[in-house]
């Protein structure tokens, strides 16, 4: 799936027969200008709810609520074309039951337009995520570190270490069992993701994983060096964008205190010119 290839958006089945292909592209996005930016370079974009942490402040994503993923994923929607998008689902909407997560999945796609949801957890999620599947809802799973689950996991940590390594490929396989059609695998060994890669018929995209993947995503706002509150080692900064800004916006106001701008060009005369 080259970019200048690229027609209409892919599938969900697209995205599962990339296994083992060229690396599936993957980005946050939150807004339409951010959306419209990777449209034409990403297999998919995620409108994730790491949003609450990086565009509103939230100290995790618990906070995170559905109104909220709502209105970004619009936002997200009005900005694509040639790629896919998934929304996450929010946490306390899909983990009580799967009816209830079949509502909110639903009520999600509708609102948004999302071609798919992804959802948190492993094996306590797979009957979850087999109900939803069989309804029409397609599921994109995420195993390994979970962010929701950040009070039970105690921080951000490597997931899948040592006597943990054979219960996260238990999730792995269990999410993959029920019908996902991908799996993301956040800070894991990289032997383990190389493992689990091999080991799954649904692509693995990775974040904190391992090159060896079937493709990666990232925070767009960690990549492009906007959201600078804290960097995960997984985070590799293409630009600079926050130092841009600061510099930037420093320069209009050192120009506004020295009455240099609003320049000639930025101004109006008493008669429209001819
Ligand atoms: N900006 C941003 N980027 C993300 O990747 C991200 C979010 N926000 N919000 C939702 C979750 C939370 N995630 C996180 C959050 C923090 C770390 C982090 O600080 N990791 C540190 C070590 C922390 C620890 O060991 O407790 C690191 O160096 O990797 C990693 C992933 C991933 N997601
Ligand atoms: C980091 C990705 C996988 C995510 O879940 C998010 O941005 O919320
Ligand atoms: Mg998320």
Redo the contacts with the bound molecule.
Sequence with gaps: MSATAKKRAPLPDDIRAAKGGTPLVSLTAYTTPMAQMMDDHCDFVLV???V???LHGLP??LGVTMEMMIMHGQAVARGLSSAMMVIDMPFGSYEESREHAFRNAAHLMAETGAGAVKLEGGVAMADTIAFLVARGIPVMAHVG?T?QS?NTLG????QGRGAARDALIADAQAVSDAGAFAVVL??VPASLADEITALLPIPTIG??ASAGCDGQI??V??MLGL?T???????KRYAHLGDEGAAAIAAYAAEVRARTFPAAEHIFADEAPK
């Design positions: 994730g709810d790491s609450g942490m990086v995790s994503t570190l962010p950040v921080g951000y940590k490597v956040e800070k974040i904190g990232l925070v706002d960690d959201f509150a804290f960097k995960a080692k997984f985070v």
